[in-house]
T-cell receptor
Framework: NAGVTQTPKFRVLKTGQSMTLLCAQDMNHEYMYWYRQDPGMGLRLIHYSVGEGTTAKGEVPDGYNVSRLKKQNFLLGLESAAPSQTSVYFC?????????????FGPGTRLLVL | TQLLEQSPQFLSIQEGENLTVYCNSS?????LQWYRQEPGEGPVLLVTVVTGGEVKKLKRLTFQFGDARKDSSLHITAAQPGDTGLYLCAGAAGATNKLIFGTGTLLAVQP
């Protein structure tokens, strides 16, 4: 099993450009999450999904959109990138049916917006 | 907004020393997890504590959940260079298992 994979690993954008980050998991997990990690701030939840076709906002959703058309994939979109979106983005997934759940993280996507 | 504050933010110690990392909140969590993150990788779960006052040991690492389930600590005995990394606590909130992450403690263990 590959676990959680993310593409691309690294990307440089100009302000105003758009891009989509792809997260894929092969563990048949119900729940998937997108986080951003900035120095001194830990990980902050952007959006999450509790199943195919459903998404919800997290702590810092502005400027991002998501889609979960297939159970194994969770896409994060930036329609018009801003320098404030320079960050490391992590995707995570978890089983949705146990009381205490481990989140499994991908290796991250490093995004630089100029 | 629930917040988890970790202290210290940075810690640089010599191999063989002991250390404790603290994770504090004013909110109650149903469970608390500790993750370790190495450079260029995502966080990896170390332990989950569920019951107030619970203590779990993982080799040289000892984790404790506060009686009121608002705080936690991680104690490392005889630190090794392999313990180097970013340690993150995370409190679980709600049925959707959303995690509130702490601000992180960056540990460097010098040989």
């Amino acid at each position: 099993n590959a676990g959680v994979t993310q593409t691309p690993k690294f990307r440089v954008l100009k302000t105003g450009q758009s891009m989509t980050l792809l997260c894929a998991q092969d563990m048949n997990h119900e729940y998937m999450y997108w986080y951003r990690q900035d120095p001194g701030m830990g990980l902050r939840l952007i959006h999450y999904s509790v199943g195919e076709g459903t998404t919800a906002k997290g702590e810092v959703p502005d400027g991002y959109n998501v889609s979960r058309l297939k159970k194994q994939n969770f896409l994060l979109g930036l329609e018009s990138a801003a320098p404030s979106q320079t960050s490391v983005y992590f995707c995570a997934s978890t089983l949705g049916h146990t009381s205490v759940k481990t989140q499994y993280f991908g290796p991250g996507t490093r995004l630089l917006v100029l | 907004t629930q917040l988890l504050e970790q202290s210290p933010q940075f810690l640089s110690i010599q191999e063989g020393e002991n250390l404790t990392v603290y994770c504090n909140s004013s909110s109650v969590f149903s469970s608390l997890q500790w993750y370790r993150q190495e450079p260029g990788e995502g966080p990896v779960l170390l332990v989950t504590v569920v019951t107030g006052g619970e203590v779990k040991k993982l080799k040289r690492l000892t984790f404790q959940f506060g009686d009121a389930r608002k705080d936690s600590s991680l104690h490392i005995t005889a630190a090794q260079p392999g313990d180097t990394g970013l340690y993150l606590c995370a409190g679980a909130a709600g049925a959707t298992n959303k995690l509130i992450f702490g601000t992180g403690t960056l540990l460097a263990v010098q040989p």
